[in-house]
């Protein structure tokens, strides 16, 4: 371990990220459970609506006949009590001529008082039965909006299904930022990919930015040396040449070999590369970095550092 950021910001991060998911998971699991659920009851719901369309239309024409029963006991009555009206007149001039009894008058009287009291009983009943007839329609009106309401149960059916689906995708979704939070997380603790010396410009409390460069590890188990060499003394160099290597801090020779060859001079890779655009043709000799590798064991003691000068030497035979 090199460096440890402060992980609160990240580790709260992650935990909503985790209950995010949860909650997603548990929304697809609902959905999931809905689906069937779902189908069956716009099933069920289109064979009940169409029963209940069969019984309020017969509902309608039997509450239909008792309307006109009713409005015909109401016309009979109507008709009767004209006949009984007008037998009330008459005996009402027989009585005060005193052609007729007292007591006929009274029964006919009393035979117009029932009369106006049926037609009324029957007007009530005709009534009635109009309500009942705007009951059964009202019923039809509401078992064909169910009827309507419940074909489109396929329609419900895949929105439901549509719903789940979208459920899982936010599933992944929300599992991805889960483990971005996670690696986020990760990064809060820098250990050192190498093994080597660590040069830190970072202290405790100092506040970084993402792609601030905190420390610099050297791996001196994997230095080697770049020897420029003359392109003159290149024609018979080859990979795999023993070298030796003078270092001039401790004056040691140490062993190894020739790696490779660089593809280009090393002005090229210059910031500004020379531009030979004033026709001057004088030849100068180029020199070309050569990678020595040393033969294991030989830095054990880990004295050789990047930056040192050496005197390298390439044995051709």
Not at 23 to 45: K, R
Not at 197 to 208: I, M, P, Y
Not at 215 to 244: C, S, Y
């Amino acid at each position: 371990m090199l460096v440890e950021i402060d992980p609160k910001d990240y580790q709260v991060a992650v935990d909503k990220a985790r209950a995010d998911l949860a909650n997603s998971e548990a929304t697809a699991q609902s959905l999931n459970i809905t689906v069937p659920i779902t189908s069956v009851n716009t099933s069920s719901q289109l064979t009940f609506t169409s029963s209940d369309i069969e019984n309020a239309s017969a509902g309608i024409i039997a509450a239909e006949k008792q309307l006109a029963a009713a409005h015909a006991q109401v016309e009979q009555a109507e008709a009767n009590d004209v006949k009984i009206q007008d037998d009330l007149k008459r005996y009402k001039l027989l009585v005060d001529k005193q052609e007729v009894s007292e007591q006929i008058y009274d029964q006919s009287l009393a035979a117009s008082r029932a009369s106006i009291a049926t037609i009324a009983a029957n007007r009530a009943n005709e009534a009635a039965a109009q309500q009942v007839v705007q009951q059964a329609r009202a019923r039809l009106v509401q078992a064909e909006a169910n009827h309507r309401a419940a074909e489109t149960g396929p329609q419900q059916v895949a929105s439901t299904r549509a719903h789940a689906l979208s459920a899982v995708a936010d599933i992944g979704q929300k599992r991805a930022a889960l483990e971005q939070a996670e690696l986020n997380l990760g990064y809060t603790q820098i250990v050192a990919p190498v093994s080597g010396e660590v040069n830190k410009t970072v202290v405790v409390g100092l506040n970084v930015q993402p792609g601030q460069q905190m420390l610099t590890v050297v791996p001196l188990d994997e230095v080697w040396i770049t020897a420029n060499f003359k392109e003159t003394q290149l024609k018979h160099m080859r990979p795999g040449q023993r070298a030796e290597i003078t270092v001039d801090a401790n004056g040691r020779t140490y062993k190894g070999h020739v790696d490779s060859i660089a593809g280009a001079t090393g002005p090229l890779f210059s910031v500004l590369p020379p531009e030979n655009a004033t026709g001057n043709y004088v030849k100068i000799v180029q020199r070309l970095p050569v990678k020595i590798v040393l033969d294991p064991g030989e830095n054990r003691d880990h004295w050789l550092r990047p930056g040192m000068n050496v005197d390298p030497k390439v044995h051709l035979r």
